[in-house]
Nanobody
């Protein structure tokens, strides 16, 4: 079992920055992929970025390329999402999640953290 706890959300003005953290515990994650998702009111949850725990390979959806950066600290079992140049449309609940390399579906989820960007 894996437990994921997000933190770092809050209220920020457009153009500002936030860094979200996702602390993992419960088992080794060396064979997992970590993803950051968000869900805005009335919209479906979307995958923003992912990173392999062992190799650090990354993926970004086009809408956040150049603005968001995912990273991980293996020693702290923590994954980060640095968000710059935030826009009001980035307002959502942000979730981190984990899946084994060999499966397409994310099986472990955090509780989410609210990010609100004011114009």
């Amino acid at each position: 079992q894996v437990q994921l706890v997000e933190s770092g959300g809050g209220l920020v003005q457009a153009g500002g920055s936030l860094r979200l953290s996702c602390a993992a515990s419960g088992r080794t994650l060396s064979s997992y992929v970590m993803g950051w998702f968000r869900q805005a009111p009335g919209k479906e949850r979307e995958l923003l970025t992912a990173i392999t725990w062992s190799g650090g390979n990354t993926y970004y959806v086009d809408s956040v390329k150049g603005r968001f950066t995912v990273s991980r600290d293996n020693a702290r079992d923590t994954v980060y999402l640095q968000m710059n140049s935030l826009k009001p449309e980035d307002t959502a609940v942000y979730y981190c999640a984990a899946r084994p390399y060999q499966t397409p579906n994310y099986v472990y989820w955090g509780q989410g953290t609210q990010v609100t960007v004011s114009s």
